[in-house]
């Protein structure tokens, strides 16, 4: 049986925080309902081809989907059909869950929380628009864990506007006592018509310094790889065997299947993702229609150039070999001219028939990945 993994975007969040760009709504929670059962008929719709699939994966994300009352989350894993093996993922923002809630995802398979906490700082959390404090944010983590949970990630950003490197060191460190299996630590992106980026442009917000968020970024890898959490993508550590597998899917081009709006597929050598709209989405599928956009096929080029980035970015790094079966080619022979330039710069190394990013190559990964393409 082939594997498939599966996305499900739950788009609502109690208020928007001041830099998301994400497609989530905090004034729409009237659509909640018809939204949810939408999804469950867009499950229903493609059934047929994900039956006889074995769900390696299931990702809820958002949005905020530990918003949602549970029941609602129970319905959408009651129509999917995957076992104990999966790893099953709840995105939960502090602030939006309590014990029932907790009891009942644990209750309903989900054995995977990854909490949006970004930062442990107050002021800089109000900075952020985000809801809640670290007071929030430490007890519901403990409290996660005293429920029974054993996977715990928590993403934290780097590089906010006014976020200075002890703010950021006194976050890590906490993290660090409080025994996380997981953390993903992302560089502030800072995206156009946020309310963030319309700040930074009135001059109201300094802008984000690059050399503070490198200074966070090689921090970052030192003081986990002290702490047994160790890197294995360019923003993502883990305690070992407790790498995400749903991104290890996405990174290691698996297939995978998005449902709700918004929501990416790649399947059976395409990539495509469902309408943004969530007026045209709940039109559509109570009309049973699924409406495709951006359908591409990826043909072996464009397979490739992923391959490459896609391994570039995880510490493993790019399988010499794996590729050279897979294209039925010669990697060292094709690439040779980008190959002996990032020696020369020594963004890249390679031993053991694998290349990966070296420490210099990590702050250029994106020139590096150009290289290759
Ligand atoms: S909680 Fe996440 S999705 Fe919701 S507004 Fe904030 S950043 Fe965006």
Redesign the pocket.
């Known amino acids: 049986m082939e594997d498939v993994r599966i996305y499900v975007h739950i ?1 609502f ?5 001041q ?4 497609n ?1 709504y ?1 004034n729409k929670n009237y659509l909640i309902d018809s939204y949810i059962n939408c999804v469950l008929d867009e499950i229903d719709i493609q059934y047929s081809t994900i039956k006889n699939r074995n769900i390696t994966s299931i990702f809820l994300g ?3 989907p530990s918003y949602l009352k549970p029941h609602l989350i129970r319905s959408i894993l009651h129509h999917l059909p995957f076992d104990r093996n999966t790893e099953v993922t709840i995105e939960v ?1 502090p602030g939006t869950i309590d014990r029932d809630k907790l009891e009942s995802y644990l209750d309903m398979g989900i054995n995977r929380i990854s909490f ?1 906490v970004q930062s442990l700082n107050d002021q800089l959390l109000r900075l952020m ?3 809640h404090t670290r007071e929030t944010a430490l007890s519901n983590i403990k409290m996660a864990k005293e429920v029974g949970f054993t996977n715990i990630s928590a993403d934290l950003m780097m590089g906010y506007p006014l976020q200075s490197f002890e703010i950021y060191e006194e976050t890590l460190h906490t993290m660090i006592e409080l025994d996380m299996q997981h953390l993903s630590c992302y560089s502030l992106k800072v995206e156009e018509n946020t309310p963030l980026d319309r700040m930074i442009k009135r001059k109201m917000l300094p802008e984000p310094k690059d050399e503070l968020d490198r200074k966070m970024y090689h921090f970052t890898e030192r003081i986990l790889k002290e702490n047994d959490i160790l890197q294995y993508e360019i923003s993502n550590y883990a305690r070992k065997g407790f790498e995400c597998k749903h991104n290890m899917g996405y990174w290691e081009l698996d297939e995978y299947l998005g449902f709700g709006i918004s929501a990416h597929s790649y399947f059976k050598g395409k990539r495509f993702h469902n309408t943004e709209s969530i007026t045209d989405y709940i039109h559509d599928i109570k009309e049973k229609r699924l409406t495709r956009f951006d359908e591409e096929v990826i043909d072996a080029n464009e397979s490739r150039k992923e391959f490459i980035i896609l391994g570039l970015r995880l510490n493993k790094g790019l399988n010499i070999e794996k590729f050279n079966e897979k294209y039925d080619s010669d990697f060292m022979n094709d690439y040779k001219t980008a190959i002996e330039k990032c020696l020369k710069d020594q963004v890249i190394s390679i031993k053991n028939n694998v290349v990966v990013l070296t420490k210099l190559g990590k702050d250029f990964a994106n020139s590096v990945f150009t290289e290759f393409m």
């Open positions: 788009p969040c109690k208020s928007k925080c830099y998301c760009d994400f989530s905090d958002g949005g905020t923002n949006g628009g985000r809801v």
